[in-house]
């Protein structure tokens, strides 16, 4: 079965910090790959997503991913957090055929004003 | 647009009570999912289907059952209710292969 990991559970920074949350997934095959965020007491909300082509992915609100297909990863950057960006973020994965997502665990970023 | 919805959005039950929660989606979606979100166990998928009359079981489908009779819906039923079983639900559907579109939640409790 697929398995995703996030390695950091929770990240403190500080406003105009940089960001790289990490995203490993165990499916050997064709993936496609998903952030989601969660902002308090709200539902999910798709970050940006890869599917094909360009492993460089760019979503709302100045995120970006780099897909490397050799790491199995699927890392989360942003260059610069504002407060506004603190929330939950989510880490999702289908593959093989099935289009059922598996989610990880999630990383919990508060970033300071 | 609506989207997701789902009914109630908060709950509270007692130990062994029933209930039923309500997912639609108006997207024409043929996937849909139910997932519970516990802190630091991220989103476990309870069941799905992949279209009008078929579910599956997810990853931790005990104690649930769920149906879709119509494409649009998808219920997902408490027989007995457990102090386990408070959570945050999470409704979702998708097309094929695209995102998930998820629903504003339903957080239960049961005591």
């Known amino acids: 079965a697929q398995s995703v990991s996030q390695h950091n559970h929770h990240v403190i920074l500080s406003e105009a910090a940089s960001l790289e949350l990490g995203c490993n997934y165990s499916?050997?095959?064709?993936?496609?790959l998903f952030w989601y965020v969660q902002y308090p007491g709200q539902h999910l909300q798709l970050l940006l997503k890869?599917?094909?082509?360009?492993?460089l992915v760019k979503g709302i609100k100045g995120f970006e991913a780099e897909f490397i297909k050799s790491k199995f990863s699927f890392n989360l950057r942003k260059p610069s957090v504002q407060w506004s960006d603190t929330a939950e973020y989510f880490c999702?994965?289908?593959?093989?055929?099935?289009?059922?997502?598996?989610f990880g665990r999630g990383t919990s970023l508060i970033v300071h004003p | 647009n609506a989207g997701v919805t789902q009914t109630p959005k908060f709950r509270v039950l007692k130990t062994g009570q029933s209930m039923t929660l309500l997912c639609a989606q108006d997207m024409n979606h043929e996937y849909m999912y139910w997932y519970r979100q516990d802190p630091g166990m991220g989103l476990r998928l309870i069941h799905y289907?992949?279209?009008?009359?078929?579910?599956a079981k997810g990853e931790v489908p005990d104690g649930y059952n769920v149906s879709r009779l119509k494409k649009q819906n998808f219920l997902l039923g408490l027989e007995s209710a457990a102090p386990s079983q408070t959570s945050v639900y999470f409704c979702?559907?998708?097309?094929?292969?695209?995102?998930?579109?998820f629903g504003q939640g339903t957080r239960l409790t049961v005591v």
């Open positions: 499916y050997g095959g064709t993936v496609n």
């Open positions: 890869y599917f094909s082509g360009d492993p």
């Open positions: 289907s992949v279209g009008e009359g078929t579910t």
């Open positions: 999702a994965v289908t593959s093989g055929g099935s289009y059922i997502p598996t």
């Open positions: 979702a559907s998708s097309y094929v292969v695209s995102e998930a579109f």
